[in-house]
């Protein structure tokens, strides 16, 4: 590995960017798709408010970070040890990831135009990587100051009523919040970020720590007198009917609402965007139920390319979904279970079921089977037609359950 002399305001970078600038650029997409992975499945946290809940970020993720972009963790180690212009006694300043990520995304920053180029990426690829910094340091600021993880009734309560000079209400959710901490970030503080320096590297990730760990830090303190005073949303899922159509529904919280939502959303555009119909899938859907393959599959497909009508889609997995998670009284993330798929089939099972959600379903089942495989209910007995419907609802629970 070279050494660029240490009596150099940039030597981090320069040392960074001399040993791996090949590796950066032909590792662009398995550092994107690394990236891509971990946001995904971090999605349950960063798609509400709840700044509580635990977003997870072990030391597999990080040598799995070093091991896409071709990376020795201890090349990073030295190269940010022989640096003169740190301080080594503050941990924030010599953290190798910390140092690794700034200075990869301001490579990118460099080469942004080429990356775009090279690889049609249509986002900002040092916005990228940049982002996934910020993602790290909130992890390890809030599990500095969220000792456990709170009672999300409590924290609810919490999110709604915060000062006025805290800006976290403002956004959607903490995705949201965050990218816009890191795109304000270097205000006032001026690092370039085409070519960092290294007493800039500390300064930018400084000063981010900082912002992130007062919101959180001010946010605990309510949360821990609200705790104290017992004050909360209510969370007890209540059964109500709309007087003016008849309608059952439920009274829930908005983080577990927004969970639902996105969850379901997220399930139905893979299913969107998934090449094919899943084979497998519809063999297994199709098994017992006397319902031919190669029709069930025509149905899901024309439910799928049906550009102008996607809600159909979405119904039918929020109906899952909320079953699941509401009258099952589960959370999201156990959806990828044995469990999962037994309580949906046995609950699909009840011909006379009382559950808002299933009756929705099997309404919303009965709606696609008729739009999309008309030709085959005009030539087929009411029987098979329920087979369809059946069929159709398995290959579905089986595909959410599969959905990582």
Aim: some cysteine; charged content about 25%.
């Amino acid at each position: 590995m070279a050494i660029i002399t240490t009596n150099n305001p940039h030597f981090i970078m320069d040392s960074i960017v001399d040993n791996y600038s090949e590796a950066f650029i032909k590792n662009f997409p398995k550092i994107v798709q690394h990236i891509a992975i971990y946001i995904d499945k971090a999605s349950n946290v960063l798609q509400t408010l709840n700044v509580g809940e635990r977003l997870l970020y072990t030391q597999s993720i990080e040598n799995s970070l070093y091991d896409a972009a071709g990376v020795d963790k201890s090349d990073i180690i030295t190269i940010v040890n022989n640096s003169t212009n740190l301080d080594k006694k503050i941990q924030n300043q010599v953290n190798p990831l910390y140092n690794f990520l700034m200075v990869l995304s301001c490579f990118y920053e460099q080469k942004k135009d080429e990356i775009k180029k090279l690889y049609k990426f249509k986002g900002d690829p040092a916005l990228y990587v940049r982002f996934y910094l910020v993602l790290r340091i909130y992890s390890i600021s809030q599990k500095q100051i969220f000792k456990y993880t709170p009672r999300a009734d409590i924290m609810e309560y919490t999110i709604n009523h915060l000062s006025n000079r805290y800006d976290l209400p403002k956004f959607d959710n903490i995705y949201s919040w965050l990218w816009d901490y890191m795109v304000t970030n270097n205000k006032s503080l001026d690092a370039d970020l085409n070519y960092i320096a290294d007493g800039d590297i500390y300064q930018w990730n400084s000063k981010i720590i900082n912002r992130i760990k007062s919101v959180l830090k001010y946010i605990y303190r309510a949360f821990d007198e609200n705790y104290r005073k017992n004050k909360s949303v209510v969370e007890e899922n209540i059964q109500a009917t709309n007087k003016e159509d008849g309608n059952d529904y439920y009274v829930i919280t908005t983080s577990i609402s927004n969970q639902i939502e996105i969850f379901s959303k997220n399930v139905q555009q893979q299913f969107i965007q998934d090449r094919e119909i899943r084979d497998n899938l519809i063999a297994i859907a199709c098994k017992n139920n006397h319902c031919s393959p190669s029709k069930l599959k025509y149905i899901l497909t024309e439910m799928k390319s049906d550009q102008n009508d996607n809600q159909l889609l979405l119904d039918i997995i929020m109906n899952l979904i909320s079953f699941w998670v509401i009258s099952g009284k589960q959370k999201v993330e156990n959806i990828h279970s044995m469990a999962f798929i037994k309580r949906c089939i046995g609950a699909y099972s009840i011909s006379n079921t009382y559950d808002p959600f299933i009756k929705s379903l099997k309404n919303n089942l009965s709606t696609v089977v008729e739009r999309y495989g008309q030709k085959y209910i005009d030539i087929d007995k009411k029987t098979t037609v329920n087979n369809f419907k059946q069929s159709l609802f398995l290959y579905i629970v089986f595909y959410i359950s599969s959905i990582q």
